[in-house]
């Protein structure tokens, strides 16, 4: 039972180095500076309705301008890594044609400063903010002319910046843009089409395994990945039924993309029930092959399932339905300030175990892990600074997955906290605060949240300065 999966506090410093994760487009803002080109997001923001309280990212940290402060905080925290993105976008404005050098530039510069403050930075080439160039010339992630052009950005991106470091990622959480934002609309480029939604699945695949054969020749002895999200599913009754439906559930979301990596193919489940499912030919089952050196996955909650034959969701039929609420009526998890996030430690565990077991990866690096506090975004300060349930969040997750290494034996080697600052959160704006550093958004001034604190004392970083607060005014 869920009881018995419950875990202590952790007591020691966690078997696994901290970092803390950001995106591009949820901080940067600067959206027409420097030769930066629109995106799909830049589009979707636009249309009233999309995003609450009609915000937009054009602003959102500022961080195109204050990165260096933004670094000089980690520093003083003592956080050793930080994971961020490339806007596509700043590098070419149109998806392809001609680079912008000012693009490079900025990233040549942040990714400097980062290593000048003892940091070192692990890279994501997309995090959601395709060119809309490319969704307007032949419909973005449905062609597969988008992987040629993938693979360009890509190379470009490599030789320039390559030297930086040897951490990198291709593609954030397919899953999400692939079925939401092709397949339910709910994100950009605001499509609802499932046929898109798999012909997505399929071309990112392809432009994963192109990016890597550059990457290969380009950054010798680098390391690169594709960051998979994915929430544990908890089978709803004892009924073996449901226990089929869970792991039903699991292969559609989690399978869907790291099957053809780690195994070659699509798993049977989901070829079974999606009839129009593109084909993993053998070419390109043997370039997936070998193109992730370690697993990266996003993990944030949990869902019971149920089976239910005939039930389509949002990956079309599926024959499974899912619920954050039990048979008696009670939720999976306390909430988060996010409707869909309920705190499931326990479920951290159970995923870094079904991840090892069935992929055997060498290494499992968590990319991103987080929360946004209930009542969080309505609380005056100072008093948004004690984010307990984010503490106890952190706290909690972290012994989850300790125990999952020293306990489980699952060889996951880092954690990233999502996420440094308070950010554009998407469809909900900036109504959803997931920051370990609380961000004024009218004055950008910032302030370390307690749970920043908690964490770096937890894997036992060296605090220069707590009290640190910038820029001030
Ligand atoms: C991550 O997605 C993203 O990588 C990151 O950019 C984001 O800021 C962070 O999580 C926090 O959300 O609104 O009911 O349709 C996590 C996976 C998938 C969780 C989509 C929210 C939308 C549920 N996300 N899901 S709903």
């Not at 990198?168 to 709910?186: A, D, H, K, R």
């Not at 005056?380 to 989850?400: G, H, I, K, S």
């Not at 550093?437 to 937890?458: E, I």
């Amino acid at each position: 039972t869920l009881s018995l999966l419950q875990v202590e506090a952790a007591q020691t410093t966690p078997p696994f180095y901290l970092g803390f994760a950001t995106a591009a487009p949820q901080i940067e803002g600067a959206n027409a500076t420097d030769g930066r080109g629109p995106s799909i997001w830049d589009t979707y923001e636009a249309i009233p309705g999309n995003i609450d309280n009609g915000d937009t990212s054009a602003v959102a940290d500022d961080f195109y301008h204050l990165y260096l402060n933004d670094i000089a905080a980690m520093r003083l925290l003592g956080v050793k890594r930080f994971r961020m993105s490339i806007a596509w976008p700043r590098i070419f404005p149109s998806g392809d044609g001609q680079v912008n050098q000012q693009g490079l530039d900025f990233y040549a510069r942040v990714l400097e400063a980062l290593l000048v403050a003892g940091i070192e930075p692990h890279v994501t080439l997309y995090h959601w903010d395709l060119p809309q160039a490319l969704q307007d010339r032949f419909g973005g992630w449905n062609s597969d002319q988008i992987v040629p052009i993938f693979a360009q950005y890509a190379a470009t991106v490599f030789q320039a910046l390559g030297d930086y470091t040897t951490h990198w990622t291709t593609v954030n959480e397919p899953w999400t843009f692939c079925f939401l934002g092709y397949g339910q609309g709910s994100g950009a480029p605001g499509i609802n089409d499932k046929v898109q939604a798999w012909n997505c699945v399929h071309n990112v695949l392809q432009a994963h395994a192109a990016a890597v054969k550059q990457f290969r020749a380009l950054v010798p002895g680098g390391k690169i990945s594709i960051n998979l999200n994915c929430d544990w599913a908890q089978p709803l009754t004892g009924a073996p039924s449901d226990a089929d439906a869970a792991q039903r559930k699991m292969e559609f979301m989690l399978g869907a993309f790291a099957d053809p990596i780690f195994k070659g193919d699509f798993p049977a489940s989901v070829k079974q029930r999606i009839s129009f499912l593109p084909q993993i030919t053998p070419q390109l089952a043997a370039d997936l092959n070998g193109s992730v050196d370690y697993f990266a996955l996003n993990h944030y909650t949990s869902t019971f399932v149920a089976n239910q034959q005939g039930a389509m969701g949002l990956q079309g039929a599926c024959d499974y339905t899912e619920t954050q609420v039990d048979v008696n009526g009670k939720l999976i998890g306390d909430q988060a300030e996010s409707d869909w996030l309920k705190v499931t430690p326990w479920g951290f565990r159970l995923m870094l175990n079904w991840v090892n077991n069935r992929y055997q990866p060498n290494e499992i690096v968590v990319t991103e892990n987080g929360m946004s506090m209930k009542g969080e975004s309505a609380m005056p300060m100072p008093q948004a600074l004690q984010d307990t349930q984010r503490v106890n969040f952190c706290r909690d997750y972290v012994a989850a997955a300790t125990d999952a290494v020293n306990l489980d034996k699952v060889p996951m080697t880092g954690y990233f906290a999502w996420s440094l600052l308070d950010n554009f959160e998407w469809g909900n704006g900036y109504s959803k605060r997931f920051g370990l550093v609380h961000v004024d958004f009218k004055t950008q001034q910032r302030y370390y949240k307690a749970s920043a604190k908690f964490l770096v004392n937890l894997f036992n970083c060296t605090v220069l300065d707590p009290t640190y607060t910038y820029p001030s005014d």
